[in-house]
């Protein structure tokens, strides 16, 4: 299971607004006999790509598989089918489908007489899946919160100098996290201050995730103040600026703006995250800047964190995180390190909340989001 939950990340970025999914066959004896990923949405499925690889070996035979196999026809057949037609006599799951539409295979799989054991290395496997299944589970994407910082945790120098703290190591990391994100956002204040692009710049031989649309850039702009000059607006990739419902909207972001409710300090960001889910938005990075990230963070928005500390100090100047509404010690945001890695000079952190909570789970009765599993 642990090598089917490896083969599951190397999908990380293609396959939305599908999950990633790994599969590993075993043949009767218990050798590896087929290995397979989902690799892009629409494209074979991991169980049957390992079936494939396995052809013949896999008839009574193990499937190791990280999520449920679907009961559902998309774009592609049911894998609970699959599996029965390969003669699979045992099928091992780590996380049933939470989505009602592809959900089933495992009922299917042993009213046909399979073997099947669920829950095996659960945890690991939602950690891999954790875009994915909170997109099903609480009806919003995924949002990862990366910032950049020394290490007394300034962003920026007193003068508003930025580039560049981190090192080119940390730099490459974070546009690999930007390839395996559906959408990156920054404010508006970012935008003008430091006209940033936004795209995904993988350095030399690093292959680009097998994605069916190039990464959304979102601005979070109530005011409609993004310049017609901004290189978020330069067309190399789809541009999508949140302004408040009441703003004055400039000709030249009419086709980028979508107006959203205003809530007391700009946008009402739970509605700019449905927006984003309709989108089949599946996964979401905060690029920029404090002000943002704080208020993503008072709304209790953030599912993970990813910070990059430089080994220098400044002592004075922006910091990396804005107002969160903390005004006490026993308001603290508190979270726990799920990695700690280097990365260059640099210092890499990975953080999420201590209690992870999904507002407006998608019920079990209900018609689940959009797009089910390898629709």
């Known amino acids: 299971m642990r090598r089917a939950i490896a083969l599951a990340a190397r999908g990380l970025g293609g396959t939305s607004p599908n999950p990633v999914v790994g599969c590993?066959?075993?043949?009767?004896?218990?050798e590896v006999a087929g290995v397979g990923f989902h690799a892009?949405?629409?494209?074979?499925?991991?169980?049957?790509?390992?079936?494939?690889?396995?052809?013949?070996?896999?008839?009574?035979?193990?499937?190791?598989?990280?999520?449920?196999p679907c009961n559902h026809t998309g774009r592609t057949g049911p894998c609970s089918a699959a599996l029965l037609e390969a003669g699979v006599a045992r099928v091992v799951v780590a996380v049933s489908d939470p989505n009602p539409k592809?959900?089933?295979?495992?009922?299917?799989?042993?009213?046909?007489?399979?073997?099947?054991?669920e829950g095996v290395l659960a945890a690991e496997a939602e950690e891999v899946n954790a875009a994915w299944l909170t997109y099903v589970r609480a009806g919003r994407p995924y949002v990862t919160w990366k910032f950049a910082?020394?290490?007394?945790?300034?962003?920026?120098?007193?003068?508003?100098?930025?580039?560049?703290?981190?090192s080119p190591e940390a730099r490459a990391d974070v546009h690999r996290l930007r390839a395996e994100s559906d959408a990156v956002v920054a404010g508006i204040g970012t935008v003008l201050a430091d006209d940033p692009r936004l795209t995904v710049r993988l350095t030399a031989g690093v292959p680009a995730p097998p994605r069916?649309?190039?990464?959304?850039?979102?601005?979070?702009?109530?005011?409609?103040r993004t310049p017609a000059a901004a290189r978020v607006l330069d067309g190399e990739a789809p541009t999508l600026v949140a302004v408040a419902e009441d703003a004055?909207?400039?000709?030249?972001?009419?086709?980028?703006?979508?107006r959203l409710p205003r809530v007391p300090g700009g946008i009402d960001l739970h509605a700019l995250l449905a927006e984003l889910h309709d989108r089949q938005v599946v996964s979401v990075l905060i690029e920029g800047g404090p002000a943002l990230a704080g208020a993503f963070l008072r709304e209790g928005l953030v599912d993970r964190v990813v910070g990059y500390l430089a080994p220098a100090l400044l002592g004075a100047g922006a910091a990396a995180l804005g107002?969160?509404?903390?005004?006490?010690?026993?308001?603290?945001?508190?979270?726990?390190?799920?990695?700690?890695?280097?990365?260059?000079?640099?210092?890499?952190?990975?953080?999420?909340?201590?209690?992870?909570?999904?507002?407006?789970?998608v019920s079990s009765k209900s018609s689940g989001p959009q797009s089910p599993k390898e629709s």
Do not use: C, M
């Open 24 to 30: 590993v066959i075993l043949d009767p004896s218990g």
């Open 40 to 68: 892009y949405a629409g494209g074979p499925h991991a169980e049957v790509v390992a079936l494939r690889e396995a052809g013949g070996r896999a008839r009574g035979g193990t499937a190791y598989v990280t999520l449920e």
């Open 102 to 117: 592809a959900a089933g295979g495992a009922a299917v799989l042993r009213r046909h007489g399979v073997v099947v054991d």
């Open 149 to 166: 910082a020394t290490v007394d945790g300034r962003s920026a120098a007193e003068d508003g100098t930025s580039q560049w703290i981190t």
């Open 212 to 224: 069916a649309a190039p990464v959304l850039r979102v601005v979070v702009d109530s005011g409609a």
């Open 248 to 258: 004055a909207v400039p000709a030249h972001l009419s086709p980028h703006a979508v």
């Open 323 to 361: 107002p969160a509404g903390v005004s006490t010690i026993t308001e603290i945001h508190r979270l726990e390190f799920a990695e700690v890695t280097p990365v260059g000079p640099d210092l890499k952190l990975v953080l999420r909340p201590k209690s992870p909570v999904f507002p407006n789970p």
